[in-house]
Nanobody, 121 residues
Framework: QVQLVESGGGLVQPGGSLRLSCVAS????????MGWYRQAPGKQRELVVI???????NYAASVKGRFTISRDNAKNTVSLQMNSLKPEDTAVYYC???????????????WGQGTQVTVSS
């Protein structure tokens, strides 16, 4: 079983910064992509950014230049530095990982429980 645990959400004023972190634990042979998605009230879950094990990133246009993803492959962690936050960034942020649990398994998608980010004055 694989678990993803996020931390770092909260309330911040517009223009402020927050840092989200996520650690993957459990039965892990390898992790392909990791990243973050978000879901605002009444909207579908959307991609924020993903990063491959080799460091290739794919950012949503709405966060490019403001958010920065980083990853530690040895520790199975991924972090998201969010700067210049806007009210429209308010959402529940979910950590994502594409994990192979054992050498005999195929990759499967795992999600964290979500952490609330609220941008408001």
């Amino acid at each position: 079983q694989v678990q993803l645990v996020e931390s770092g959400g909260g309330l911040v004023q517009p223009g402020g910064s927050l840092r989200l972190s996520c650690v993957a634990s459990g039965s892990i042979f390898s992790i392909n992509t990791m990243g973050w998605y978000r879901q605002a009230p009444g909207k579908q879950r959307e991609l924020v950014v993903i990063i491959t094990s080799g460091g290739t990133t794919n950012y949503a246009a709405s966060v490019k230049g403001r958010f920065t993803i980083s990853r530690d492959n040895a520790k199975n962690t991924v972090s998201l530095q969010m700067n210049s936050l806007k009210p429209e960034d308010t959402a529940v942020y979910y950590c994502y990982a594409n994990v192979r649990a054992t050498r005999w398994d195929s990759y499967g998608v795992y999600w964290g429980q979500g952490t609330q980010v609220t941008v408001s004055s």
